[in-house]
């Protein structure tokens, strides 16, 4: 019988002939070319896909006192609606004074947010049924609802309207247009008459393009980084233009409308192809389409006002069969 003493030394020995054995086997490893080391290894956890932010979208919305913007609330309450009501000086947002049209609201609203601006900004009217949103329905919670935020940070100004009508291919010819001014009383005065004096005064040393295009109607969607790229005064110095100057709100403010793009370093010839357009701004693709509109998307109304009952009765009383959210 083995006694103790033998016993021990014999699971000492086991102990140590296995320590020599790990040792040997780390060593060998430890030999082997790095590539083939690797693959005694664990493999390494898998990469988790990165975190895509949703971007911090608001409203800057032109309002005359009366105007309903509940829709804001109802139907987007995921953005912030900075809605500033440009005849009410006792509003919790409002304007210096009611000039400028939309364009006293979008240059107070970047003055007032210029150093805490969301991601994205959408400059829009208050209604939500006007002639000049792009879908059958002039609808402009659809518009809305549909926009392709990426493309928008991708692009950094995006006017809402696709189709040409008004605005495109080349709505203004600065230099040309004032020459043709008239001086005798007998024709208006209209913004093409106005535009390049006007544009100098606002972009002292900018070559005046010969062309200006760009669809209407001053709704659009621009990234913080394309304000950033004007310091604040910039946008001080156009408020005061706009306070100062003698042209009536018909012109000054429609002198911005067609020259926002330009502010925000687009090309001042602004008319993307409409199928690209609908593709890239709402998802609307492969659509029938011509450069400058789409099968079935716009019409230019025969009035600027929607008819009474607008969107569930149309032209003539005849019922309309929409299908968008009513309350």
């Keep these: 019988m083995l006694d103790n003493t033998m016993i021990y030394r014999a699971h000492r020995l086991k102990i140590a002939i296995a320590i020599v054995i790990i040792?040997?086997?780390?060593?060998?490893?430890?030999?082997?070319?790095?590539?083939?080391?690797?693959?005694?290894?664990?493999?390494?956890?898998?990469?988790?896909?990165?975190?895509?932010?949703?971007?911090?979208v608001?409203?800057?919305?032109?309002?005359?006192?009366g105007e309903d913007t509940s829709w804001f609330e109802r139907y987007l309450s995921q953005w912030r609606a900075n809605t500033y009501v440009v005849n009410d000086p006792t509003a919790e947002l409002t304007v210096p004074a009611n000039k400028g049209r939309e364009a006293m609201?979008?240059?107070?609203?970047i003055i007032d947010r210029y150093h805490s601006l969301p991601d994205i900004v959408l400059f829009l009217h208050a209604e939500r049924?006007?002639?000049?949103?792009?879908?059958?329905?002039?609808?402009?919670?659809?518009?809305?609802?549909?926009?392709n935020l990426s493309h928008i940070r991708t692009s950094g100004y995006v006017n809402l309207r696709c189709v040409w009508v008004l605005g495109c291919p080349g709505e203004i010819k600065p230099v040309e247009d004032e020459a043709a001014t008239p001086t005798d009383g007998s024709s208006e005065i209209h913004t093409k008459h106005v535009f390049k004096r006007a544009l100098q005064e606002l972009l002292p040393g900018m070559d005046v393009p010969t062309v200006v295009g760009v669809p209407c109607c001053a709704q659009f969607a621009v990234t913080r980084e394309a304000i950033l790229q004007r310091p604040r005064e910039d946008y001080v110095r156009y408020r005061k233009w706009l306070l100062e100057t003698p042209l009536g709100d018909n012109l000054s403010g429609r002198v911005l409308e067609y020259a926002w793009h330009i502010?925000?370093?687009?090309?001042?010839?602004?008319?993307?192809?409409?199928?690209?357009?609908?593709?890239k701004l709402y998802g609307l693709c492969g659509l029938d389409c011509q450069e400058n509109e789409c099968q079935g998307r716009y019409v230019l109304p025969r009035a600027a006002s929607l008819p009474?009952?607008?969107?569930?009765?149309?032209?003539?009383?005849?019922?309309?069969?929409?299908?968008?959210?009513?309350?």
């Design 23 to 56: 040792l040997a086997c780390a060593r060998t490893l430890l030999s082997l070319p790095s590539t083939i080391r690797r693959s005694f290894s664990a493999p390494p956890p898998p990469q988790q896909p990165p975190v895509r932010r949703i971007p911090d």
């Design 105 to 109: 609201v979008y240059l107070t609203y």
């Design 308 to 327: 009474e009952g607008w969107p569930k009765i149309g032209w003539n009383g005849a019922e309309r069969d929409f299908k968008g959210p009513l309350e």
């Design 58 to 65: 608001e409203i800057a919305a032109a309002k005359m006192k």
């Design 129 to 147: 049924f006007q002639w000049h949103n792009d879908n059958p329905d002039y609808d402009g919670l659809w518009s809305l609802q549909n926009l």
């Design 263 to 279: 502010v925000f370093g687009t090309p001042a010839v602004h008319c993307p192809a409409a199928g690209d357009c609908y593709c």
